[in-house]
């Protein structure tokens, strides 16, 4: 990681996430994944690092780490463990939404406990009802004795029950409409979260995702004044695909590794004969270099727009194109990511389909498969075919 790209002490904060990747997560991984248990040994390792808080900026007691610094980050992680890197993703579009739109006295002082304490959040946007569509709510905010109450009934809550806060999504009062949204900062000890359902999926197992009837009690200080609408289309959303792509990246670079080895090891074994394998490695190769570039030049395209709203390429919340751009990248390294490692799978043969053994890709291939659901790519595609409608520029 060059200094010029992402800062010296971004810099730093990628050699200490390298660090809790190679020595804690990958040693976890399997366990992990086998068990359908949160990665508590990683997370606590990333909370040890002060890498929870590293995208807050450095005057408020971060580090200010930029989003081409946090992909790089959550693409160390996702290498080693996926699960682990998916929740340092969802974590970080947590905070990013809160440092970039939370401007009350209530909001800076609870980041500020977040900085200190080294907080872990999660978020609620989904609900049962709204058929997926986490720019709808069917649930309300009501004022009850000066505190701000709402209850959610979430299909899916990422590692809610290991919170330190849950941010959720709902109508501003009772009588708004579906679309007229904030969001809203709950601490855990204001939560009360009824399980609903189990959590056993074919992968990313370790985010420990089942569905609750969230019942929570906040301070009103902690409703975001910006309508989610801008947070959403500003912030969470690119933020949120940028760090799921990169997690999805190292997915890939896992994949890639051990096809790779696979292929010397065959070479090694019969000097000057080309390995069957090696004309599929160069190919996979292609594949993982277009999606290193998207993640990469996605990132850096939200730098630029975060910079220059004016931009009129990017402009953010209204440019069409960025909005375009961000669910392309979704879509586009969430079909990348199984084939690459789909294609690793056929360069290992049964070693790679084997569970055991060091080229076993079965982890890998099962995490690969839930970045096409997470937000289905075709609710995804369905929106980029409206926005293409009205669209005119280049993207």
Not at 26 to 45: H, T, Y
Not at 287 to 296: F, P
Not at 346 to 361: H, M, P, Q, T
Request: some cysteine; proline content about 4%; glycine content about 8%.
């Amino acid at each position: 990681m060059s200094v010029s790209a992402v800062g010296v002490l971004e810099g730093d904060a990628v050699e200490r996430a390298t660090r809790v990747a190679a020595d804690v997560a990958a040693l976890w991984a399997d366990e992990v994944d086998r068990d359908a248990r949160f990665p508590v040994e990683a997370v606590d390792a990333l909370r040890g690092a002060a890498l929870l808080s590293c995208a807050v900026p450095r005057h408020r007691g971060g580090e200010g780490a930029s989003l081409p610094a946090l992909c790089r980050m959550a693409r160390i992680l996702g290498h080693h463990c996926a699960a682990t890197g998916m929740v340092f993703a969802m974590h970080q579009s947590q905070v990013m939404s809160l440092v970039r739109h939370g401007d009350s006295a209530a909001m800076r002082d609870f980041v500020d406990a977040a900085v200190g304490a080294q907080y872990l959040l999660a978020s609620a946007t989904t609900e049962v009802g709204i058929g997926g569509d986490v720019r709808r709510s069917s649930c309300a905010i009501e004022m009850v004795a000066g505190r701000a109450t709402v209850s959610k009934n979430a299909p899916v809550i990422s590692y809610g029950e290991y919170a330190d806060a849950v941010l959720v999504t709902a109508r501003r009062t009772p009588d708004s409409p579906a679309s007229d949204q904030v969001l809203v900062v709950c601490r855990r000890s204001d939560v009360e979260l009824e399980p609903t359902g189990a959590w056993n999926t074919l992968g990313l197992r370790g985010t420990c995702s089942p569905g609750f009837a969230l019942h929570a009690s906040t301070e009103p200080g902690l409703i975001c004044t910006d309508p989610y609408s801008e947070i959403s289309s500003e912030t969470m959303l690119p933020v949120s695909h940028c760090l799921w792509s990169a997690v999805w990246l190292g997915i890939a670079d896992a994949a890639m590794d051990k096809a790779r080895r696979f292929v010397q090891s065959a070479g090694r074994r019969d000097p000057g004969v080309v390995p069957p394998g090696a004309l599929r490695l160069a190919e996979s190769a292609a594949a993982h270099q277009q999606m290193v570039d998207l993640v990469d030049s996605a990132a850096v395209r939200f730098e630029r727009a975060a910079r220059d709203p004016d931009d009129t390429v990017v402009r953010v919340p209204n440019g069409v194109g960025f909005a375009l751009a961000m669910n392309n990248l979704k879509v586009s390294t969430s079909n990348l990511v199984v084939d690459i490692v789909g294609q690793a799978m056929l360069i290992c043969g049964i070693a790679g389909y084997r569970e055991d053994g060091k080229y076993s890709l079965g982890r890998h291939l099962r995490d690969a498969y839930g970045a096409r659901i997470m937000v289905n790519n075709d609710r995804i595609t369905a929106n980029s075919a409206q926005l293409a409608l009205a669209y005119r520029g280049a993207l």
